[in-house]
């Protein structure tokens, strides 16, 4: 029972509208076979995949179904946990985005969002997180991620009243910005006594060093994003 986690995978099985980097970068044509093939070589029925945010390119329920059917079809327990690019999910209405998901399809997808999911002894916390990239005002960019802190603080909260010691947390952007050496996030990190921060959302290979990764104050830092891992979900407990 091993943990494994991607991001990124940004489908679009459902639709042409999606960046051209896509279409011509090397990194990322036939991304979704590169996928599809590890998963199935790496991945049992009883592991666990957590895939960190920007699933699908789709804005409608239609143009968005065969990228959730693409997910629904790889080995194991897959839990999605949401991205910037992910606007068929607001955070407040997870739980309705989670019905209507069963009502729809019946199908066997779990969405974490600012709360925990369980797996073996460990609780994994999920939020989307948020980084000052210079695309909106700093004032702008603090007051997300004051929100975003607060998400995860209630997930982590939530997780240690649950009796639960060891904890993972998932983030979709990354925990600190290209000036920053440690942030809001990485200190509740570590207050937490949490022993992984997993995330993603920083792809093309200029980005792949825009944050921490490898161990920071007793907390290992693992960058998920697709293309960094060349399509290969990064196993981050071994079980
Ligand atoms: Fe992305
Ligand atoms: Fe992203």
Redesign the pocket.
């Known amino acids: 029972m091993s943990l494994y986690a991607i ?2 995978l ?1 489908l679009h099985y459902g639709t042409d509208r999606f960046p051209d980097l896509q279409k011509t970068d090397p990194d990322w044509v036939g991304h979704e076979e590169k996928v599809k093939r590890n998963c199935a070589r790496l991945i049992r029925p009883e592991d666990t995949l957590v895939l960190v ?2 699933h699908t390119w789709g804005r409608s329920v239609t143009e968005r179904r065969p990228d959730f059917e693409f997910i629904e079809a790889l080995p194991g327990r897959k839990i999605l946990t949401r ?3 992910d606007m068929f999910w607001e955070a407040k209405h997870t739980d309705a985005l989670r019905q209507r998901y069963k009502e729809l399809y019946d199908g066997d997808l779990e969405f974490l969002q600012g709360s925990f999911a369980v797996w073996k002894d460990f609780a994994l916390v999920a939020t989307k997180g948020y980084t000052y990239e210079g695309l909106d005002t700093p004032e702008h960019a603090e007051k997300l991620v004051r929100r975003e802190l607060a998400r995860l603080k209630a997930g982590l909260d939530e997780a240690q009243a649950a009796g639960y010691k060891k904890i993972i947390i998932f983030l ?1 952007y990354p925990p600190t910005n290209i000036l920053e050496r440690e942030s809001g996030f990485t200190r509740m990190a570590e207050a937490y006594g949490v022993s992984q921060v997993v995330y ?2 920083c ?1 093309g290979r200029a980005r792949f060093h825009d944050s921490i990764r490898g161990m920071f104050h007793g907390v290992r830092y693992t960058l998920v ?1 697709g293309d960094s891992l060349n399509w290969c979900p990064e196993k981050i407990v071994d079980g």
């Open positions: 991001g990124d940004h945010g920007d991205g910037n690019h979709h993603a959302h792809h994003s």
